[in-house]
Structure formats: structure tokens, C-alpha cells
């Protein structure tokens, strides 16, 4: 993507990307078009290719628009709050759902197998994954640091609660495409993810 470098073009870009989800979430990126995207928002399709040199590079664009929308959050309403380690811990597995909901209201129901998009979505999944182990550190850290939690090394810890966290929604839904998911698909996820935290909560509790 263009380095913007005005108000102006941060809003042209903003209202591609609006459009452009729009479009993935419904019609998936195989059958959605450059042109159809550039006359949803107004413009010729020479513009959009201005910003964004292909239609790859802007499906990954929306993506870590939703990404460093959710970390930014996430930092500012949970990890930087004046609550518990303990709570900290409960309210961003609850953001974390949320944040997941969204996600598949916006991008999910996307037509097709998502392993057909995960070769553009390699870095920026390895990315994220990095920003929530960061996340979950600074939690453990102040849990530690205030004697909530036991002398555990942060970092692992921080990867292991992210990664399972990733595993448990993976395999709760591994036989089903995004846009087969119901409702009680993501009840059953919210379920099982809330019974992990607690676990892991109890676990590193230092006075159990």
C-alpha cells in the first residue's frame, strides 16, 4: 500500500477499505473485482490502484485494519485499566470473542475455504499472534510483579495461552467453512475458551 501522507488520502483509503470488506465478506475475494470496489466508493478503478497495488494486497490490508483496531483496543480498555492481573486475564478472552464475532460478521462469510486465503494472510497471522503474546505479557508480568500469580516465565506462558486459545477455536470448528458457522458453533467456542481461562487462571494463581 501507498504511504499516505494527508487527511485526505487516510479518508479515500478508509472508504476503500469499508467497501472492500463489505465486498469480500459477501461475494469472497475470488469473485469480487477492483472495478466493483472502486465504483462502490466513487472512484475509478486507476485510484484504488494508486493506494493498493493489487487485490491481494488490499484483502490483506483489511485484515490488519481489523487487526491493529483490536490490539489498540484491547491495550487501551484492558491491559492499561486499573483492575486485577486475574480480571485483566477474563475481560480479554471476553474482547478476544468479540473481537472474533466481528470478524466473521465483517470477513467471515467469505465463500470459500479459508485455506484458499491464508497464503496472503501468512505474515500478518504470525504478526498478531506476536502483539497478543505481547498483550498477555504485560498482564502476567504486573500479576507477578504484584504477587497475584506465581514466579512463572511470562513469555511462554503468554504464547502457550495465546496458542491454545487458537488450537481450542480451530479444532471446535475444523470441519466447517466460515459462512456454515451458527450460532451455537460460536456459543460452543465462548464455552470452551471461558473453562481454558479459567484453568489457567487457577493454575498460576499464587494463593489458590
Do not use: C
Amino acid at each position: 500500500m501507498v504511504e499516505t501522507s494527508s487527511n485526505t488520502d487516510n479518508v479515500k483509503v478508509n472508504l476503500i477499505l469499508d467497501a472492500a470488506m463489505k465486498r469480500f465478506g459477501y461475494y469472497g475475494l475470488a469473485k469480487t473485482t477492483m472495478a466493483e470496489i472502486a465504483s462502490d466508493v466513487g472512484m475509478s478503478k486507476a485510484s484504488i490502484y494508486y493506494y493498493f497495488a493489487d487485490k491481494d494486497a488490499l484483502f490483506q490490508a483489511v485484515v490488519k485494519r481489523e487487526q491493529d483496531g483490536f490490539i489498540s483496543s484491547i491495550k487501551k480498555e484492558v491491559v492499561d485499566n486499573k483492575d486485577s492481573a486475574k480480571n485483566k486475564l477474563v475481560q480479554y478472552v471476553d474482547k478476544r470473542h468479540e473481537y472474533f464475532l466481528n470478524v466473521y460478521v465483517n470477513l467471515g462469510k467469505i465463500k470459500m475455504s479459508m485455506e484458499n486465503v491464508k497464503p496472503l494472510l501468512g505474515n500478518l497471522l504470525n504478526d498478531f499472534f506476536q502483539s497478543e503474546v505481547a498483550l498477555v505479557s504485560e498482564i502476567l508480568r504486573e500479576g507477578v510483579n504484584n504477587n497475584e500469580f506465581g514466579d512463572i516465565d511470562v513469555s511462554e506462558y503468554a504464547d502457550l495461552f495465546i496458542a491454545t486459545m487458537n488450537g481450542l477455536r480451530s479444532i471446535t470448528i475444523k470441519n466447517k467453512d466460515s459462512y456454515q458457522l451458527e450460532q451455537s458453533d460460536f456459543d460452543l467456542i465462548e464455552k470452551r475458551i471461558k473453562s481454558l481461562n479459567e484453568i489457567f487462571i487457577t493454575g498460576i494463581l499464587k494463593n489458590k
